[in-house]
């Protein structure tokens, strides 16, 4: 993975970034005046889910690296599975920084809006 972020629209004010993609691989965004809605509901169960999934793996790879005894493979899935709950949380946390106030008062703030999550996780070969 380059770092390189893919060209992705941002949101505009009122739509919110949803914890899965386009079966095209694109960001899902939700539409909503409130925060009440099933979707909303929906989207914040998964958010909680990756959160606690992220723990999960961040536990798994420390114990991973902790064994001197590991090898390259388990390395590897260890590192594969943390870059994957990363861009998960990396995710959530653009999505909920964009639906932040703005702390001068102009709607939402754009500080996260401004560098986007991958749009998909890290490459599945080798």
Known sequence: MSGERKA???PGSGLRLLPWESDSGKPCYLSADGSWSRMSRIADEIEAEQLCDGADVVEGAQAVLD???AGEHALRLALRAATQALV??????HSRGARLPDPDGEGVSRTLVERQPPASGPDQSG
Do not use: K
């Not at 998960?88 to 946390?93: E, G, N, P, Y």
């Open 8 to 10: 992705t629209p941002a």
């Open 67 to 69: 064994d001197g005894r």
């Open 88 to 93: 998960a949380v990396l995710r959530v946390a």
